[in-house]
């Protein structure tokens, strides 16, 4: 592993249903960061986490729930998706240094 | 007032001239501030950081305006290459790590 990597890559999920994203960095960041990205509206931040064990809610963190249960992963639990919630998701790291890393993305469809 | 904004564009260029972007913050205390360029379907990668001198480098040139509140970035001698959207990022605040807040981005298109 090298830097940050998201899975799946794409996914198309029915209503109702629950999704857990997936975010892995092998950098010893501290922070971590899940955002969302539509077209039109940008980076919209959804959870954050400075450090293992904390985690705070970002602009848009309704119908999502994060851990971090370690420094290397944080996933995105989508507790039940709905249509909204179809987007790009990418997860972000930094140590602090203020530069974010971001993983390649993950495409999300919910039907 | 938004926390960043930028002009969402198209700027649609000829290859060799120069195109300026510039993009508005409204938190005064903001501590520092980047560029970052995303292309298609991909994930936002950092271009550079804006310092308060300025600094170049190569074709880009990136200044910051504090009393004004606002930051820009300079292309020379557009490349087909540089087409991408390019986001205006700052820190909001001083300590630890605080969520970097994006701009909507401004999308370069360079024509041949």
């Known amino acids: 592993i090298a830097g940050i990597t998201q899975a799946p890559t794409s996914q198309i999920l029915a209503a109702g249903r629950r999704m857990t994203l997936r975010c892995t960095q092998d950098?010893?960041?501290?922070?971590m960061y899940w955002y969302r990205q539509d077209l039109g509206l940008g980076l919209r931040l959804i959870h954050y986490?400075?450090?293992?064990?904390?985690?705070g809610k970002g602009e848009v963190p309704d119908g999502y729930s994060v851990s971090r249960a370690n420094t290397d992963d944080f996933p995105l639990t989508l507790a039940s998706a709905v249509p909204s919630q179809t987007s790009v998701y990418f997860c972000?790291?930094?140590?602090?240094?203020?530069?974010?890393?971001f993983g390649p993305g993950t495409r999300l469809t919910v039907l | 007032r938004k926390e960043v904004e930028q002009d969402p564009g198209p700027f649609n260029v000829p290859e060799g001239a120069t195109v300026a972007f510039n993009c508005t913050y409204s938190?005064?205390?903001?501590?520092?501030f980047f560029w970052y360029r995303q292309d298609c379907r991909k994930e936002p990668k950092l271009l550079m950081s804006?310092?308060?001198s300025g600094n170049e480098d190569g074709r880009f040139t990136a200044q910051l305006n504090r009393a004004s509140q606002y930051i820009s970035l300079l292309i020379r001698d557009s490349k087909l290459s540089d087409s991408a959207t390019y986001l205006c990022?700052?820190?909001?605040?001083?300590?630890?790590?605080?969520?970097?807040?994006f701009g909507k981005g401004t999308r370069l298109s360079v024509i041949a």
């Open positions: 986490s400075n450090t293992a064990g904390t985690t």
């Open positions: 938190n005064s205390a903001s501590q520092s």
């Open positions: 804006v310092y308060s």
């Open positions: 972000a790291s930094s140590d602090g240094r203020r530069e974010q890393f």
């Open positions: 950098m010893r960041h501290n922070a």
């Open positions: 990022v700052v820190n909001p605040l001083k300590a630890g790590n605080t969520p970097l807040v």
